[in-house]
């Protein structure tokens, strides 16, 4: 076995949705790349850390101060949509319907795996919303089970505000991730959002 063969491999392999089969695919086809290709691709991956960074507003990924949908003059600062994580950013981005800006949580509840409020970015979220400007929270979470749940908890969180709060209509596939729904789906949806009402426990409709 050639050994730095094997070790890229074993790095490739460690991607998500890439098994050892298609870690070797790709190892072989970078081995049959020109050397200043493989030089690109390495200093790419090398500083993808130094570069880009967090939004400090919401928490999607940039290279600038601030993300460049926050920073828009054109988009509209008085909706924000809830989002897992930047993957569901430009999804929604690519499917062209919205235009107000974004607040990424960086996960959804799941106290099974420890994940609670405190570890996401809810409280940041609760600062955006102080003041007023706020009109209405879409709530793209996908449709897992613990989605549904944070849901759920921050419209609960959330019900004595002036604000109104939505979520994408029900033509999402049960327990999906929105960046593995087509488009035409995922607009559709967004157009269509439906309103989340907390009522407390034994409140009458």
């Known amino acids: 076995m050639v050994e730095p063969l094997e070790h890229l491999v074993e790095c490739l392999s460690r991607l998500p949705t890439i098994g050892r089969k298609s870690a070797w695919r790709l190892a072989l086809h970078l081995l049959e790349r020109p050397q200043e290709e493989l030089d690109a691709l390495s200093q790419a991956v090398g500083g993808i850390r130094r570069s880009v960074h967090p939004c400090p507003v919401c928490f999607n990924y940039t290279d600038e101060q ?10 509209d600062q008085s909706t924000i949509c809830v989002v897992e994580k930047p993957t569901d950013v430009f999804t929604l981005e690519r499917a062209g319907r919205y ?4 607040h990424v949580l960086g996960g959804v509840l799941s106290p099974i795996h420890g994940v609670t409020a405190e570890r996401l970015h809810v409280a940041q979220l609760t600062a955006r919303l102080q003041g007023g400007a706020v009109r209405e929270l879409i709530l793209g979470l ?8 944070t849901e759920l908890y ?6 004595d505000r002036p604000l109104r ?3 994408l209509a029900r033509g999402l596939p049960a327990g999906s991730e929105l960046e593995f729904i087509d488009q035409l789906t995922l607009a559709q949806a967004l157009q269509e959002r439906i309103e989340v009402r907390y009522r407390p426990a034994g ?3």
């Open 203 to 205: 409140e009458a409709d």
């Open 142 to 149: 996908g449709g897992s089970g613990e989605a549904e749940t």
């Open 66 to 75: 601030t993300c460049a949908i926050c920073a828009s003059a054109g988009r």
């Open 99 to 102: 235009r107000g800006v974004y």
């Open 154 to 159: 921050l419209a609960r969180l959330y019900a």
């Open 165 to 167: 709060i939505t979520r």
